[in-house]
């Protein structure tokens, strides 16, 4: 008992000079004794103390422009959630955002300190949307479109993407800008998202007019395949609707490879039995029989071995809820 009050009295001590260095703005000094608390809860497994007491440190110090020390406490930080086995949450991820703030652009350790955060969360999508929210406000747009593809958040990454291309691209960009987005999402099996991506980018932006169906062609297509992955549709409604769009897929060389990988995963499309990299069979060899002078129109209605839409909503965006569902595919 005596020892335990002696422990107490040791660390109240600590706190004491702690804040009269803090005071007096002796960091370094201030630096250390953190450093010594830390060892010393830890060996305590005082991890809820712990964990606050790292985090208002940190952020303490970099309010104070002191970069190194301040990060030093953010490591320390990351390491008390890993061995005080903390679950990975919002209240977390709040605070892990703000830290990651806080480490200037050009400090080499930033990048690795992201990293080490997204590893204790085992890449979460939530800390991913956290982080992405973040850059975005910075205007570091491809950044948060990365951290944007392994969330959840579709709505989220179709305003920024707006935003983005407003931004930072040209006009003739604007469809480009979704379809990469919609493409690798598909890819990354979030059609949900990619579908809630493009509904709040078509409808947010303001030089798209209102669809479906839209004025621009490459736009079509994303609807359509949206639609396509939506209802189930089969391999021959896939294979359609690339060749009747092939010359507006041709726009990005890598558009097809994004396309390969989507018909795997949607549509029955063999994968490929050559290196990675390379295109199945199946769908290089469809590709490859394509007509180049294939019909360059847009599908506006019933056809033969076309799109059909069906019902009075055809010309109203699909809400994101439930995506595409005023449509089918012959």
């Given at each position: 008992m005596a020892t335990r009050r002696g422990g107490a009295a040791g660390t109240e001590r600590v706190m004491a000079k702690l804040k009269k260095s803090i005071e007096n703005e002796n960091y370094y000094e201030a630096h250390q004794m953190?450093?010594?608390l830390y060892f010393r809860y830890i060996g305590q497994r005082k991890f809820e103390e712990l964990?606050?007491?790292?985090?208002?440190?940190?952020?303490l110090l970099f309010s104070h422009n002191q970069v190194e020390s301040g990060?030093?406490?953010?490591?320390?930080?990351?390491?008390?959630?890993?061995?005080?086995?903390?679950?990975?949450?919002?209240?977390?991820f709040v605070k892990i955002c703000r830290l990651y703030d806080e480490i200037p652009r050009d400090n080499v350790d930033k990048a690795s300190f992201l990293s080490t955060c997204l590893r204790w969360a085992n890449g979460h999508p939530r800390l991913h949307q956290h982080i992405a929210y973040s850059l975005w406000k910075q205007g570091k747009y491809p950044e948060s479109r990365q951290h944007f593809l392994h969330s959840c958040d579709g709505e989220g990454c179709g305003s920024m993407l707006v935003e983005f291309q407003s931004k930072k691209g040209f006009n003739s960009e604007m469809d480009l800008f979704i379809a990469q987005t919609v493409?690798?999402?598909?890819?990354?099996?979030?059609?949900?998202?990619?579908?809630?991506?493009?509904?709040?980018?078509?409808?947010?932006?303001?030089?798209?007019?209102?669809?479906?169906?839209?004025?621009n062609p490459l736009l079509n297509f994303l609807w359509f395949l949206l639609l396509a992955i939506e209802t189930s549709s089969s391999l021959s409604a896939f294979t359609v609707l690339c060749e009747k769009y092939k010359k507006f897929i041709d726009r990005d060389p890598q558009f097809i490879q994004y396309l390969d990988k989507i018909g795997q995963l949607f549509f029955g499309v063999p994968a490929p039995e050559r290196p990675r990299g390379m295109f199945s069979g199946l769908f290089n060899s469809l590709l490859s029989a394509m007509n180049?002078?294939?019909?360059?129109?847009?599908?506006?209605?019933?056809s033969n071995n076309s799109i059909q839409l069906r019902g009075s909503r055809a010309s109203q965006p699909p809400p994101p809820s439930r995506n595409l569902e005023s449509a089918d595919l012959d």
């Open positions: 953190y450093r010594t964990e606050n007491m790292l985090y208002e440190g940190s952020t990060l030093d406490l953010a490591k320390l930080y990351i390491e008390t959630l890993k061995e005080g086995d903390f679950k990975p949450e919002d209240s977390k493409f690798q999402y598909l890819c990354l099996k979030k059609h949900l998202v990619a579908a809630v991506a493009f509904y709040a980018y078509t409808t947010g932006h303001p030089k798209i007019q209102r669809g479906p169906p839209y004025s180049d002078d294939s019909s360059d129109e847009d599908l506006p209605g019933p």
